[in-house]
């Protein structure tokens, strides 16, 4: 019995260090999941109305780390507070809604300084104009067979598909959207998102309040980072050092869930000493490249809530993009790596505009060439990527297998589990699909696009 009741002592003493360990000092691994819960949990709870509970179960653990299936949420829709925790308990992670911003993952806990940093008014609610889309609301899909046999198509939507529109002649033709979803939800486009961050770029640029060569972009960068250009840094050419990878405690899961200045830990990152080349020679995908850019193009602005506001007076109104949500960190910094939620169809708004290259009612919002130039592949990808944050190679192209051949002007805005918008201006084509799709199902939208020239092309 001495021996047993030693063991039970043993055993208990485990589990009660265990505990503390957990409360006091959990892995990061642990307080990763839980900011990632939190954040994607309130953006959802309170951008898209969905139920909390399901987002938690079908967005956050389904597709993810098992670590993710025993976190456990909570959201006080009074004030604006989601927490998550491995079983409500342990490494809490915090995000907090704010009106006009979505919402925000807060890693230090202090829910009260983020509440109290400027954010914009709200945008007033705008009542869909009158008109065909995109001038207006009304949609009047082709009643076509072929057409809809496409969009009928799960091997060519793809599992997990959650929206489909496209876009022909600068007309919507044809939509689907899976169970839950409609044309009136707001969906995450994670790093399509850096696409319309070079977009934002390019408005000041055309102001002439940013320079595509200028250097010396932050201040801690008094080394040989003091020659990145801001052009550098949109074709992901800085040579700075970035772990991009997923599942584990990296850089970019660091950066969205640990780190409450996203844009000061990614500008305190080295350049790369490992790999040959330099700046404006190696290609290096980075969401901390984008969210150093967001805070550049803020900075051009003295006062932080005309800032906050740039994004939809300079970019959403214009387009029409009601919808339109781009998120900050806690600091206040866009995360314009990532988190823009917008409906399917103000995704289409962002494809069309960019094949109009950069003209919108008439009215040129960008400078003349600056889509070209977005879209010219950067020679340290490879010719994968544009020079402008922008792919030209299509989305999961790199996967085994066949891939289409798509006509060669096509480029491509391109997300986190299968989000994507094709541009293909021979064709005066953009299609849009959403879903959530994890890479490892193998699914490869191309050929969605490829199937919808070849059907609409056909002799009428």
């Not at 953006?43 to 898209?48: K, V, Y």
């Not at 959530?436 to 199937?451: C, D, I, Q, R």
Request: negative net charge; glycine residues 12%; contains cysteine.
């Amino acid at each position: 019995m001495r021996v047993v009741k030693g063991i039970i002592g043993i055993v208990a003493a485990i589990i009660v260090l265990a505990v503390g360990w957990l409360f006091v000092a959990p892995p990061e691994l642990i307080r990763v999941g839980s900011g990632y819960s939190a954040k994607i949990v309130c953006s959802n709870a309170f951008l898209t109305e969905r139920d909390p509970q399901e987002v938690l179960e079908t967005d956050v653990q389904a597709p993810g780390h098992p670590l993710l299936r025993i976190m456990r949420v909570s959201v006080d829709r009074a004030t604006g507070v989601v927490r998550a925790g491995l079983f409500g308990m342990f490494g809490k992670g915090t995000a907090l809604y704010r009106e006009g911003l979505g919402c925000a993952a807060i890693p230090d806990g202090d829910v009260e300084a983020a509440r109290a940093r400027p954010a914009p008014l709200p945008p007033e609610a705008d009542e869909p104009g009158e008109g065909l889309w995109p001038e207006g609301a009304e949609v009047t899909p082709l009643e076509d067979g072929e057409l809809y046999a496409v969009l009928n198509d799960e091997a060519l939507t793809g599992p997990g598909m959650r929206a489909v529109v496209v876009v022909k002649d600068g007309r919507i033709i044809g939509e689907r959207y899976g169970e839950g979803f409609d044309e009136t939800t707001r969906l995450l486009g994670w790093s399509m998102t850096k696409t319309v961050t070079s977009a934002l770029i390019g408005r000041l640029v055309r102001d002439g309040r940013l320079s595509l060569d200028e250097a010396g972009l932050f201040d801690n960068w008094t080394d040989d980072r003091s020659e990145i250009t801001l052009a550098d840094l949109l074709g992901m050419a800085s040579d700075l050092s970035w772990n991009e990878g997923y599942g584990d405690v990296s850089d970019v899961t660091r950066m969205l869930y640990l780190e409450p200045d996203m844009a000061a830990f990614a500008a305190s990152m080295p350049l790369n000493t490992e790999t040959p080349g330099g700046i404006g020679e190696v290609f290096e995908y980075s969401s901390g490249t984008s969210v150093m850019l967001s805070r550049l193009w803020q900075n051009a602005f003295e006062d932080e809530t005309e800032a906050l506001a740039y994004p939809r007076a300079a970019l959403f109104d214009p387009l029409g993009m009601t919808s339109a949500v781009l998120e900050t960190d806690e600091h206040g910094t866009f995360v314009g790596s990532s988190y823009l939620y917008a409906t399917a169809r103000d995704w289409a708004r962002i494809g069309q505009f960019l094949l109009q290259r950069g003209v919108w009612n008439g009215r040129s919002l960008l400078p003349v060439g600056y889509v070209d130039w977005m879209v010219e592949p950067h020679p340290a990808s490879g010719g994968e990527y544009g020079r402008g944050h922008v792919w030209r190679r299509a989305s999961n192209a790199w996967l085994p297998g066949d891939n289409p051949e798509l006509p060669a002007d096509a480029f491509f805005l391109s997300g986190h589990d299968g989000q994507s918008v094709s541009v293909v201006p021979s064709e005066n084509l953009v299609v849009v699909r959403m879903g959530l799709t994890p890479t490892a199902l193998g699914y490869k939208p191309a050929f969605l696009v490829e199937a919808l020239i070849e059907t609409l092309g056909r002799p009428q």
